[in-house]
């Protein structure tokens, strides 16, 4: 039988107790901030400049994303390979935006 502390100690690093990966808390407070603020904004200020800041964010994510080592400093916004990731955030920032520009009525504030 094996000794008793390494029977433990494996059931400590597969249980989730210790993390022995990247720390994922930097990106994804990133990608959190921005998209909360994205929303605050077009609720309360405009949908257009709502949109823009979210546009902006997922653009930014895909800029952390390329820049980044290999899935150690965005661990949190890592999904599949590195350059899919790019091209989803790129992708998805680009799309919101020319549909932010495309819908005039957008440009108008809330109360204006």
Known sequence: MKD???VIAHAARTSGSWHTGPDPRRSMLFACVGV???I???????????ALFLAAT?????IWR???????RAAGIAVRSKWFD???????GIAIAIL??????ALVGRWG
């Open 4 to 6: 008793e502390p390494e």
């Open 36 to 38: 909360g603020f994205a």
């Open 40 to 50: 605050v904004l077009g609720t309360f200020v405009s949908a257009y400049i709502g």
């Open 58 to 62: 997922m653009i930014g994510a895909g």
């Open 66 to 72: 390329a820049w980044a080592p290999v899935a150690t």
């Open 86 to 92: 790019v091209a989803f955030y790129f992708a998805a």
């Open 100 to 105: 932010t520009f495309s819908y005039p009525e």
